[in-house]
């Protein structure tokens, strides 16, 4: 369990802070990009929150659990090491994955086939899941970019592309199961 008694330590007023292992890094490297903008889609998820109900609230609850689990995985690199740690780091599981996927399947069956691209917006929940959306795509864009130099867990990566694409989905179920999507009219305004 994590007790929080103090919440400014200034170890980090030069600059660094610390990695789930101790290790110290600047607070602009790439480990920290990443689980920090997850931690920044986490925020985005509580706001859309504001807006849901039922089932697409408890959804988005569960998410951003796994968003803490996504961040505590990403911020200890010795992936080697889990084996030997005495409290074994918390990692990104494939069953996480597996639900997103099966959440996504439930939706979409709901929904038609899109016929062009959609604009972010419609209704308030859907505009604020599409932010959701776009701030999960950065997020795994910065850990595909950690993992080029860095080993990380395969399944954060993956939660992360499927996320992207959950919050597409419930996007449009948010938009009375797409019949209020706002749909892209090329060259309209030419």
């Not at 074994?88 to 929904?111: C, F, G, K, S, W």
């Amino acid at each position: 369990m994590v007790v929080l008694n103090k919440i400014y330590t200034r170890t980090g007023d030069g600059g660094t802070t610390a990695l789930g292992n101790g290790d110290r890094v600047a607070k602009h490297d790439p480990r920290v990009e990443a689980y920090g903008t997850s931690d920044e889609l986490n925020c985005f998820v509580g706001v859309a929150r504001l807006s849901a109900e039922g089932e697409t609230d408890a959804a988005l609850a569960r998410i951003q659990n796994d968003l803490f689990d996504l961040g505590a995985d990403l911020c200890r690199p010795d992936m080697a090491a889990d084996a030997e740690a005495e409290y074994p780091p918390l990692r990104m599981t494939p069953d996480q994955v597996d639900r997103l996927e099966a959440e996504i399947d439930v939706m979409n069956a709901e929904l038609e086939p899109l016929r062009s691209f959609i604009l972010p917006g419609g209704s308030p929940l859907a505009a604020q899941l599409h932010v959701c959306r776009t701030v999960a795509r950065r997020a795994e864009r910065l850990a595909v970019l950690l993992a080029e130099d860095a080993p990380i867990n395969e399944a954060a990566v993956k939660y992360l592309n499927r996320l992207s694409d959950w919050f597409f989905v419930a996007g449009r179920m948010a938009n009375d199961a797409g019949k209020d999507d706002v749909l892209w009219v090329p060259g309209a305004n030419r």
